[in-house]
């Protein structure tokens, strides 16, 4: 019998969230027991998007969903955002990891992503919209990325002691 993973959230300031993501090379049944992990604390967390370096792991995974329809999970390992285009747009972002947290950040509206699904077939796709929003905004987390990096310099200063406290909690934390 297989036993989902219960994974729980890697929070801002966690180094993890500061290293750039592996390339999956092994397309097996730990994988999907993984994504269906990323899946199931995604949801509980009552989010819409959640990539692998938020549970703690170092893999090029990213979950999603924008519609809280389950037909509308989308899952994609090894992916590379290939092309971005459109009107840079302005949107109200949150992040999983920054609990409370939300910024005004800009980006392009498509983009082309190039990815495997959970089985290892390639996907190559157009997104606009809010899945494309998600999908830029996971993207990120595999390469380092966070949503504190994109906020302008007001964005910044207006979430400053709510940063302050996450880099408060987590050294509490860890002592
Ligand atoms: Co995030």
């Known amino acids: 019998m297989t036993q989902s993973l219960e994974f ?86 949150g992040c999983l990891s920054f609990p409370g947290i939300y910024a005004e950040i800009e980006r392009p509206e498509r983009c082309i992503v190039k990815a495997c699904d959970p089985q290892g077939n390639p996907i190559e796709r157009e997104f606009d919209g809010f899945t494309s929003r998600i999908l830029q905004h996971e993207y990120d987390h595999l390469e380092g990325v966070l949503l504190v990096d994109r906020m302008s310099p007001a964005e910044k200063v207006r979430h400053k002691a709510a940063l302050e406290e996450l880099v408060a909690r987590y050294n509490s934390a860890r002592r």
């Open 8 to 93: 729980q959230l890697t929070l801002y300031p966690d180094p993890i969230l500061r290293k750039v993501a592996e390339p999956v090379a092994v397309f097996d049944s730990e994988l999907e027991r993984i994504v269906e992990g990323m899946f199931a604390r995604m949801k509980a967390s009552h989010g819409v998007g959640l990539a692998a370096p938020q549970v703690g792991l170092k893999k090029r995974i990213l979950v999603l969903n924008p519609t809280g329809e389950s037909a509308d999970d989308m899952a994609f390992v090894n992916v590379e955002i290939v092309e971005r285009s459109g009107a840079r747009v302005l949107f109200d972002e």
